[in-house]
């Protein structure tokens, strides 16, 4: 007969205790996992995106949690490979995160959205390429405005108040920039601003020089940059000595805090749409913007808030639905209006159209003194 | 044609930080008979220890840069040197040349994960702007690069051509075994050519960060235009480094002006093989044989 000595008993009701109280303990959490650039050409985006993300999960859990529930957040760096994306994304799947955060690069989404989709589970993104949300993925969606809804708002800025009817357009050369450029040209197109000069440059370019003294002898009245945070920051730096004094105007990550850090004095001047600012006049922002600083000691950009938001839309769905089901927030998030009302962590009132598509208020700019300086506020498209 | 002249002008300034970088690969060579894969990471690191100093040290700028830099030269020229150079040299030269791939490989992800992934902003020695030279319209950094990098190079030729260290360094970089014979302290001298290995990167970093922005990946591209650099001016010329690199610089600048960005590695990797099928000693190099 088996003899049980005090040890033995003790040993036997703390792993009871384990297996009684573990699981239960494990179901109060709920697993999130983001796949980001944290290294590569998007590693400025994708930090931004992840420190938003951090802030988000933290009020979250400080005030409880979803439903009751902590998060645990999990980062994975894809490298800002679309390769390692698509494993990364596999990979959270597998793990059993609820939804898939991420990643922000739009090559690194169109390369990884499919996965996500066949397991039926919601991707929230941060990128911008119009062509992500065309494709017909109901999992998908954005945390900005697509570049479809912000180029003709561009576009229109460029007509009317810079004056502007022949522009030079310095673009990436990858699925953002392509997407964005494509965008705009029949914008322009449609209001007469014939594009005199088209510059493409590549993911990761160091030496911007040749770029601007093209621009600087081409005979433009404004220069378009839509390029992607390190790359606008070296065009600036570029562009200030060799003495282009042309109007720089871009869409969003021109004029983001990280661009403006980087560029110092070459990002005065500098004006255009921002989808997302932490000094919009929208006090929900300038707070965000300030628990920011305050927590990882550097300025948020736009990606900082969308990250913010995405960790909030889900939130916001499963609370609606009062139940974890993955497939659910999706289906939730669709069609859906989000106010600060309903979810105080949106920060600004969301519509999510059908076909994972955002419309919201956004912003024209211009950089002063090292600042981002909102000029007007846009309506939403369909307000 | 002012607009040709900008362009050169921007080329040569670029070519003077490739051809700094591109001296690296030729004193190594001459000193270990290989090739110093983690050259561009040399260039890229320097700039990152000077930020380092600066953000996690409080120290001003102008101390950073002193530190930054004698602890660059003292670790990755001597260090160099004694930890990965005399150990490896033994089992041959490609065992050594594997070697700098792999530092190249620690530098990069050490700056990643010890400072910061993202690019960060290196304040420039110079001023900005352009000024106005018989008409071209010339940016004041890029001629600051160009004289700060051929006042550099001209010294490390008069140290190496005028001076009783300088010709010891020449001697043992011709014949080591000659020059140990003839008294030559060649231990001292081949250290010595991987502490100006070091400097010279120190002064390239310095003069590119402002311009590139201080990332982690930066060497990727100053490591792969300095080789090809060294290639078409000579491996084993220091005046084919400068040349080469400033060759390169120009076509790559004239590349990016007037066929395309998106070419522009193209055209000097392009010029890389004409010159290997036609002048493998390089433009200015030196014709070698080896007793195999």
Known sequence: MTRFTRAGVLALATTLAFAVVGPATAQERVKLINVVELSGAGATAGTQWRNGIDLAVADINARGGILGRQIDMVHYDTQTNPGNTRAAVQRAIDEGTYSVLGPVFSGPIGASMQIAQRAEIAQIVGGEAAGLT???????????????????????????????????????????????????????????????????????????????????????????????????????????????????????????????????????????????????????????????????????????????????????????????????VADTLRGATITPQMEPGILITTRIEANGDLDRESFLAEVEGGRQVIRSTLPMIRP | MAELVAYIVAGLATGAIYALAAIG???????????????????????????????????????????????????????????????MIRHGVLPLAIATMALAIIMKEGAKDFFSSEAQTFPSPFPAGAVDILGVSLSIQHIAIIAVAFIAIGMLQWFVSRTRTGRQMQATAQNPGVA?????????????????????????????????????????????????????????????????GLIVGVVDSLAAAYISSSYRLAVPLALLVLIILIKPEGLFGRREERRI
Not at chain 1, 257 to 266: S, T
Not at chain 1, 270 to 294: M, T
Not at chain 2, 208 to 234: C, H, Q, R, W
């Open chain 1, 134 to 328: 065309r494709q017909g993925n109901q999992f998908l969606f954005r945390t900005s405005l697509s570049q479809a809804a912000a180029m003709p708002k561009l576009a229109t800025y460029l007509k009317e108040t810079v004056k502007a009817n022949r522009i030079a357009i310095v673009w990436v050369n990858n699925d953002f920039g392509k997407g964005g450029r494509d965008a705009m040209l029949p914008e322009l197109q449609q209001r007469g601003i014939q594009v005199a000069l088209d510059v493409s440059t590549e993911q990761g370019q160091a030496d911007f020089t040749a770029d601007a003294i093209r621009i600087r002898n081409a005979n433009v009245d404004a220069v378009f940059v839509y390029l992607n945070e390190d790359e606008s920051a070296r065009f600036l730096l570029a562009a200030r000595q060799q003495n282009v004094g042309k109007p720089m105007i871009g869409e969003t990550t021109l004029l983001g805090a990280r661009v403006i850090q980087l560029a110092g004095e070459a990002a005065n001047g500098a004006r255009g749409h921002v989808g997302l600012s932490i000094d919009a006049p929208v006090p929900a922002f300038q707070d965000f913007g300030r628990r920011y600083q305050a927590r990882f000691g550097i300025a948020s950009d736009h990606n900082g808030l969308k990250g913010y938001m995405a960790v909030h839309m889900i939130k916001w769905a499963t609370e609606r639905m009062g139940r974890f089901d993955r497939k659910g």
């Open chain 2, 25 to 87: 690969f030729t004193l190594v060579w001459q000193t270990s008979q290989t090739i110093n894969f983690a050259q561009g990471e040399y260039v890229m690191l320097p700039a990152i220890l000077i930020l380092a100093g600066v953000s996690f040290f409080g120290l001003p700028l102008w101390a950073a840069a002193l530190l930054g830099g004698l602890v660059f030269v003292a670790v990755f020229g001597a260090g160099f040197k004694i930890a990965v150079v005399d150990p």
């Open chain 2, 180 to 244: 140990l014979i003839l008294g030559i302290p060649v231990a001292r001298m081949v250290m010595l050519t991987f502490a100006i290995n070091a400097a010279l990167a120190v002064l390239a970093s310095v003069l590119v960060s402002p311009l590139y922005l201080a990332k982690f990946s930066n060497g990727e591209v100053i490591g792969l235009f300095a080789f090809i650099a060294a290639i078409v001016g000579g491996f084993n010329q220091v005046r084919g480094a400068l040349g080469g």
